[in-house]
């Protein structure tokens, strides 16, 4: 090891957090040179992350990002193989910036490939130095006036919204986030919600109402009224807001246009491994 010395190589684990005895390799392959070991490193362990590729990654984390101006945001999500990783500070520090990296991007719904790709060094330190297999799931980048996010404490939920104006009172954007987090709507807008659904809940309605023997004058009124109350339990800004304490028993919508927000552009809420 006549190139490299003790410091050296101290100052090499200090940049990669890597064990001692690889970054002693590494700069004996690259003959003391720190800028040929760090990639001789990234190489290596980005060789070791494809060849535990089918380990199974039934953990990890929500990660978000909003731009300082408030206006544009990503939401991705970044698996692990254990839950002390999805834990760890450096592998949620990695999902924030992936989710920076959709922001900033001109895709609504890249791949996590792409984004894996642009970010490769940055995955493969972390890999380095937490030893197991992330694989970037579902991502998406969220537009609006401004925004509201929420991730769950474990990490394992959260929502991204663009909003039609901006809430002079911040709590207004974090409870919102919060509420869908917490009942976990299946749109933002009645137009949001695909055809098939509502038609679902309309064929049952009147299949109910014909076998209750209810009046055939009747039976499109009830099913409207079904078709609604579906709406009112799985639209964002028509479900009862959850804050019933801090604003009355308010829908969400009647809560935002009192604060200034006239609506919903978009909602993406991702779960890990669903």
Not at 13 to 20: A, E, F, H, Q, S
Not at 157 to 181: E, Q, W
């Given at each position: ?264 552009t978009e909602m993406v809420y991702l779960t890990v491994g669903?």
């Open positions: 090891m006549a190139d490299t010395t003790a410091g050296q190589v101290m100052a090499l684990r200090k940049k990669t957090g890597l064990p001692m005895m690889e970054c002693k390799e590494a700069l004996t392959e690259c003959k003391g040179d720190e800028a040929a070991a760090i990639e001789w490193l990234t190489k290596k362990h980005k060789g070791k992350m494809e060849a535990r590729s089918d380990r199974e990654t039934g953990e990890g984390r929500i990660g978000v990002y909003i731009s300082p101006d408030g206006t544009t945001g990503g939401i991705i999500e970044l698996r692990c193989e254990t839950a002390p990783v999805a834990k760890n500070e450096m592998f949620i520090d990695l999902a924030n910036k992936i989710a920076e990296q959709v922001a900033k991007g001109s895709e609504k719904n890249p791949s996590g490939e792409s984004i894996g790709a642009a970010l490769e060094a940055q995955v493969t330190e972390v890999y380095g130095k937490l030893r197991e297999t992330m694989k970037i799931g579902a991502c998406y980048k969220v537009t609006g006036d401004s925004l509201a996010s929420y991730v769950h404490f474990d990490g394992k939920s959260g929502v991204l919204i663009g909003l039609k104006g901006k809430p002079a009172d911040a709590d207004v954007s974090k409870n919102l986030a919060m509420h869908a987090t917490s009942l976990k709507p299946i749109a933002a807008n009645r137009e949001d919600v695909p055809d098939t659904e509502v038609a679902k809940v309309r064929e049952l309605a009147v299949a109910q109402a014909k076998e209750e023997g209810k009046p055939e004058q009747i039976v499109d009124k009830i099913a409207d009224g079904k078709v609604n109350a579906f709406y009112a339990e799985k639209v964002l800004i028509e479900q009862e807001h959850v804050r019933s304490d801090v604003y009355g028993k308010k829908k969400v919508k009647d809560v935002l246009a009192e604060n200034g927000v006239t609506g919903v669903a």
